[in-house]
């Protein structure tokens, strides 16, 4: 037996997380698990079919290393119908394990050893682990709650966030786990930051569609960052595919390139049959995106409603399909311990919100709820819930 430790010190601290525990409690328990981020219910048929079509077509080995060159004109197409944005599909879009492996390639193909990640805390649980894998520094900003029930920065703190050995912001939004959506004087005060410090701008919008208040605006929208900012999303999210794990980068060719260098060495490619399947997603109407946000606001009210009458203090998210609630009124447990008696307690699984926090204590007083699942699955949680603590 050799001697020293298995996990490479890069990856220490990010043995396993709460999820796992969660999952296990939830499926002992018979728990309502709204811990976990994923829909109870799969996207459209229509884009389902094109990717049973494809198996059976012979769709089955390796695409292209970019991605197959229609799914890269309809990402194209889809930021051009959004948001304006004009893509050479060419080497402005590259395909990607997901969003996962959009930002793990991000960090280890744009960043040195020793460089620095500004990012806002709480974070996505990916981010840190890949920061770390690549050899960079998580720097962290804390957003936390405001009086208003919003989620907020201090300026001067993200200002002295930024040092000479800045290489990437990290932007999420809307923001997984807090639902922020950021507003556009806050964009701008990260462009103007991005654009003195020479910085990149890699910015998660997984959640793009959906959005409650306010409106999604990707930063490479605002002047000058166009040049400087990557923008990644996924199919999972947007059509209700997590496990297909399609999802893409795109920006200008010289970062992108460098981000498609890392990502060969990675998967190299992905998702032959789904990659078909996803186009025909990218371009589905109008109205399939607005039905995504309406129903997911339908299914955030319904839940809200049922946490206020539990007794919780809700933070409303302006986005994504996650919401926060402060435990304070209903108990003096910190957050992960309540999450851990939850299950026996009132059989629903949430997550405390220290697990995505660099300092634990920041989310000691708040549970994350995911809404993504059916009315009657939200229904009952609630109900539960109200029994429990209401
Ligand atoms: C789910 C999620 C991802 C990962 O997306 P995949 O396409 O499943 O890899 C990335 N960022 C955020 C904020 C997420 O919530």
Same mark, same amino acid.
């Given at each position: 037996?050799?001697?020293?430790?298995?996990?490479?010190?890069?990856?220490?601290?990010?043995?396993?997380?709460?999820?796992?525990?969660?999952? @296990?409690?939830?499926?002992?328990?018979?728990?309502?698990?709204?811990?976990?981020?994923?829909?109870?219910?799969?996207?459209?048929?229509?884009?389902?079919?094109? @990717?049973?079509?494809?198996?059976?077509?012979?769709?089955?080995?390796?695409?292209?290393?970019?991605?197959?060159?229609?799914?890269?004109?309809?990402?194209?197409?889809?930021?051009?119908?959004?948001?304006?944005?004009?893509?050479?599909?060419?080497?402005?879009?590259?395909?990607?394990?997901?969003?996962?492996?959009?930002?793990?390639?991000?960090?280890?193909?744009?960043?040195?050893?020793?460089?620095?990640?500004?990012?806002?805390?709480?974070?996505?649980?990916?981010?840190?682990?890949?920061?770390?894998?690549?050899?960079?520094?998580?720097?962290?900003?804390?957003?936390?709650?405001?009086?208003?029930?919003?989620?907020?920065?201090?300026?001067?703190?993200?200002?002295?966030?930024?040092?000479?050995?800045?290489?990437?912001?990290?932007?999420?939004?809307?923001?997984?786990p807090t639902g922020k959506v950021f507003n556009?004087?806050?964009?701008?005060?990260?462009?103007?930051? =991005?654009?003195?410090?020479?910085?990149?701008?890699?910015?998660?919008?997984?959640?793009?569609?959906?959005?409650?208040?306010?409106?999604?605006?990707?930063?490479?929208?605002?002047?000058?960052?166009?040049?400087?900012?990557?923008?990644?999303?996924?199919?999972?999210?947007?059509?209700?595919?997590?496990?297909?794990?399609?999802?893409?980068?795109?920006?200008?060719?010289?970062?992108?390139?460098?981000?498609r260098t890392a990502k060969q060495f990675l998967?190299?490619?992905?998702?032959?049959?789904?990659?078909?399947?996803?186009?025909?997603?990218?371009?589905?109407?109008?109205?399939?995106?607005?039905?995504?946000?309406?129903?997911?606001?339908?299914?955030?009210?319904?839940?809200?409603?049922?946490?206020?009458?539990?007794?919780?203090?809700?933070?409303?998210?302006?986005?994504?399909?996650?919401?926060?609630?402060?435990?304070?009124?209903?108990?003096?447990?910190?957050?992960?311990?309540? =999450?851990?008696?939850?299950?026996?307690?009132?059989?629903?699984?949430?997550?405390?919100?220290?697990?995505?926090?660099?300092?634990?204590?920041?989310?000691?007083?708040?549970?994350?709820? =995911?809404?993504?699942?059916?009315?009657?699955?939200?229904?009952?949680?609630?109900?539960?819930?109200?029994?429990?603590?209401?």
């Amino acid at each position: 037996m050799t001697r020293r430790p298995f996990l490479a010190s890069r990856l220490q601290g990010f043995g396993t997380t709460i999820f796992a525990e969660m999952s @296990a409690l939830a499926a002992q328990t018979g728990a309502l698990n709204l811990g976990q981020g994923f829909p109870d219910s799969d996207g459209p048929d229509e884009v389902k079919q094109v @990717a049973i079509d494809s198996i059976f077509a012979g769709v089955n080995q390796y695409p292209p290393g970019p991605g197959t060159m229609d799914l890269r004109r309809a990402i194209g197409e889809h930021q051009k119908r959004f948001y304006g944005i004009d893509l050479d599909p060419t080497d402005e879009v590259l395909v990607t394990a997901g969003a996962t492996e959009a930002l793990a390639a991000s960090y280890l193909g744009l960043c040195e050893v020793g460089d620095e990640v500004v990012a806002f805390d709480p974070t996505y649980d990916s981010y840190a682990a890949g920061i770390s894998m690549a050899g960079a520094v998580l720097k962290p900003v804390p957003l936390l709650p405001q009086d208003d029930g919003s989620f907020g920065f201090d300026d001067e703190e993200l200002r002295r966030a930024f040092s000479p050995k800045t290489r990437l912001l990290m932007l999420n939004t809307p923001h997984n786990p807090t639902g922020k959506v950021f507003n556009r004087s806050e964009l701008q005060l990260l462009a103007e930051l =991005c654009q003195e410090h020479d910085v990149i701008a890699v910015v998660d919008e997984v959640y793009e569609h959906m959005v409650f208040s306010g409106t999604h605006v990707p930063l490479a929208t605002l002047p000058g960052m166009a040049e400087r900012t990557i923008s990644i999303g996924s199919a999972g999210k947007m059509f209700s595919f997590t496990g297909w794990k399609v999802g893409w980068a795109t920006g200008p060719a010289p970062i992108v390139s460098a981000i498609r260098t890392a990502k060969q060495f990675l998967t190299f490619v992905n998702g032959a049959p789904f990659q078909p399947a996803v186009a025909v997603g990218l371009r589905l109407g109008d109205d399939y995106f607005a039905t995504l946000g309406q129903q997911m606001a339908d299914k955030k009210d319904l839940l809200c409603d049922k946490l206020d009458q539990a007794g919780f203090t809700v933070l409303e998210p302006e986005g994504t399909y996650f919401v926060t609630a402060d435990i304070s009124p209903v108990t003096a447990k910190k957050s992960v311990e309540f =999450c851990l008696a939850l299950p026996e307690e009132a059989g629903v699984v949430a997550v405390p919100c220290s697990v995505f926090y660099q300092d634990d204590r920041l989310g000691e007083r708040h549970i994350r709820f =995911c809404f993504a699942k059916s009315d009657a699955f939200l229904a009952e949680a609630g109900e539960r819930l109200i029994s429990a603590y209401g």
